[in-house]
């Protein structure tokens, strides 16, 4: 009795929420409505904005250290005018190149793709998509993006320590994570990277929690899970996949700072390392904190492509005026690389001594997500053939997703046989497949979202000719950037090596070395261009006059252009149909909200 | 999910939006999850734990490692006892709360706080028999990176069976500990007559969600370290 | 749900009755683990330990199903919740069996390659006299200590060719 008297409150919430909150909108000051504040669209800016100061962090790391692998015998006296110690005579130090490779990887997975691309989109998306007032748990959520803050401000001073940050690789592999004198990146560094990392698992989880809850519990009338646009479904199992896989990260960094400090032996053996030497630690085996970390590391690579992936369906669909071809193959896709995601973490792991024949059980659920990829990629294909298209510059961002994902997709066929791994294992072969399919291709989801959802952040359109600029440069950029890096792979050149100039196998990739950073260095300049337009647009950008500017079905685009906080002045619009009914009986479009007529068939 | 197009005609009008599908508000929506993914950070423990057992050549025998007893006499040894009682002290603090949820379910506030006490009780005496035993084995020479035990078979023994034993239970009290707080939180909200207020108990029963999910971790941690 | 006066009642008893029911299981499940803990005690049979150590293993996952169902009032829950819980939870069949197949796996790659860690396997040792008493702990300078002198005399009978698995 009492549990539906709280359903009722619950319900009534719902359907007079916006008096309360357009009370609330009066007394927001600064503080409330800016910094901290529990509106989902405010909290979703905030993530984005300081996902792109990491991006440009972690952008320019990668410039610093490309420089230092196309241009290895050059000085750049302005290097130790900003880098000081770390590039004594403006030539980075091995030391400081090995925390550049860490910090650019760390940052871009964790802070950029995972908090910047799901952090902003779930948060600004779920409640507009699916018709609510805000987020389940709007405090929880505050909680969430301040934590991921605080977790930020962790990383960066880990910058400005004297033994400088991290400097082991992300993934953190012990024992140079676990010792103190393994390097000097993994004295303070390391503490300060396994702190970061804990605020941020803490943040993911209490953001994951209210999506899921969220998109369950606060579905407007009529919008049945089967009428959830893409965009939701695909956060949904993101937010899933992180709810489950960060624990297990959460706990292996425990024993890990227990290696550490009280003297434990999770992860170390008697083993003898160079500078420390012999370890005095028994029965401990470093291939549990792989187990571990990729347990959460697989996963995390869904969580970073498939908000991208919900994204791009819908986008691509709006802008081809036509239906999603296979909406139920594309939750079902959805849904089995979810499940996938969890049961293929040893692929990263072929070399480490894993016994071959659980290896060999690996490679055949590895080479199972090949299915469910295939299916996506062929739905948006279909979705594009002989579509109305138009090519804004968020749709041309889909696009190059989709052509990103299945030149990344298709190499990742080759790296999921341990015995082709064996060769290619931490060569240039993996960092290129890697960049494409999961960096550089959720990046590009990234791109498409912002392009797509900026007039309902900001009431303003973005500039189109810098997109197209941005745009064509940023997708040929990114392929000369990784393709030569294929062929560096297959050569057998290793990822993480310092110089290559002093290997004589090596010497002959020096011109395409130089080729490659010098695009690296115009593709992050073309970046910068996106901010200026990006942060020229939020006060100048040309005002947005219409309702509904893409044409589009979803829900969002049946608030007003500035929604306050609690989204819809009125009641919250009820659905009655699925969000894809483009070029359907002669009309263009119709909205989510426009009741089923007599004579049409309800396939939704 | 296409169960709800096949699903009675009762079941598929949950999901049609508008209501929880669940029947459940969004705070116990939420409990449930979380309990969950702390149910990973718990798996992953115990099956680490596991690992580190199957890749190690011996282990110590539990029996020999807790056998002692508060005030027994020297020489005296009893495997297994007081881990029996900490056990059904847990179990009982378990069945104290339900009934305090059944309790809130029914708005007997009497029935809410007696029950509540008796579980906060309960919390607290596992954790003084935790403390006791954490004390013990610490004066026998055993802490985190220190195993005065032998493997069962005569060998000698790695730390690792110590580190294990200290970081899960250590982890595990660390739940019992914040457990019997946010209950000591409850009651006297009770006491203050917050839920009578608000028509309804549901937060004792997300609180109780959390209080059997720390006796059902404890039933895993006591058959792992304990039995096998 | 307008229950009347005596539903009410009845429902109450019924749910009294689930309680008191589970709590009698739980219990007796845990004296019977604690028996069989016992027992093996004095065993000296591999596989007959192994088949207990089996049966404590299907006790407490019926613990674990009965703490859920009943006391989580799980059981009593929508289906659909059930098995947004169980499905997922389903995962740890992998999750666990990889993991440990993979330390046994370690366990086997280190005794046939690495002969210091097999020798240790099978040399007895007296218990350790110096290793009692809390004044170890107490510095973490003389944990260093001691922990240099193990490895000195550790290495000595079979290190010079041990770089086994690397």
Known sequence: MSHEAALHNHEGHDNHGHDDHGHHEHHDTFLTKYVFSQDHKMIAKQFLITGMVWAVLGGLMSVLFRLQLGYPDANFPWLESILGKWAKGGQITPAAYYALVTTHGTVLVFFVLTAGLSGTFANFLIPLQIGARDMASPFLNMLSYWFFFTASIVMMSSLFVETGPFSGGWTAYPPLSALHDASPGSKTGMDLWIISMALFVVSSLLGGLNYIATILNMRTKGMSMTRLPLTIWALFFTAVLGVLSFPVLLSGLILLIFDRNFGTSFYLSDIYVNGVGALSNEGGSAILFQHLFWFLGHPEVYIILLPAMGMVSEIISVNSRKPIFGYMAMLGSLFSIAILAFLVWAHHMFVTGLNPFLGSVFVLLTLLIAVPSAIKVFNWLTTLWRGNIRFTPGMLFAIGFVSLFISGGLTGIWLGNAALDIYLHDSYFVVAHFHIVMGVASMFGMFAGVYHWFPKMYGRYLNNSLGYIHFWVTIAGAYLIFWPMHYQGLAGMPRRYFDFSIWESFKQFADLNRFISTVAMIVFATQILFLINFFYSIFKGRKVTVLNPWESNTLEWTTPIRPGHGNWPGEIPEVHRWPYDYGKDGQDFIPQTTPVGEDEKDTH | ?228 | MSHTHTDQEAHNKEAMAEIKKVTIILSVFTIIELILGFWMISLTSQALILAIKGTIVILMMAKAFYIVAYFMHLKHEVKNLIMTIVVPLSLFVWFIGAFLWDGSSFRNLRNNYNPYFKEQATIKVEKKVEEHGAAKHEATDAKHETKHESVETKHEPTKPEVEPYY
């Open chain 2, 1 to 228: 999910m296409s169960t709800t197009t096949t699903a009675s005609p009762n079941e598929a009008k949950l999901w049609v939006g508008g209501k929880s599908p669940f029947n459940s508000e969004y705070g116990k929506v939420m409990m449930w999850y979380f309990l969950m993914s702390d149910a990973f950070t718990f798996g992953a423990f115990l099956i680490s734990y596991g690992t580190v057992r199957f890749s190690t050549n011996g282990w110590p025998n539990s029996n020999e490692v807790f056998r002692s007893f508060p005030f027994a006499p020297e020489g005296v040894h009893a495997p297994l006892v007081f881990v029996s009682i900490m056990t059904f002290i847990l179990i009982i603090s378990s069945v104290t709360m339900v009934l305090a949820v059944h309790a809130g379910k029914n708005m007997d506030k009497q029935g809410v706080v007696r029950n509540m006490i008796w579980t906060i009780i309960g919390g607290i005496a596992f954790l003084s028999c935790q403390a006791w035993e954490w004390n013990h084995l610490f004066h026998e020479g055993a802490w985190w990176g220190a195993n005065p035990f032998l493997n069962a078979d005569g060998t000698a023994s790695t730390t690792n069976f110590t580190n294990f034993f200290f970081t899960i239970t250590g982890f595990h009290g660390f739940h019992v500990f914040s457990g019997v707080v946010i209950n000591i939180i409850m009651l006297i909200m009770t006491l203050l007559n917050k839920f009578e207020q608000r028509g309804h108990y549901l937060m004792i029963e997300k609180a109780g969600l959390y209080w059997h999910f720390v006796d059902l971790v404890w039933v895993f941690v006591f058959t792992i370290f304990y039995l096998l």
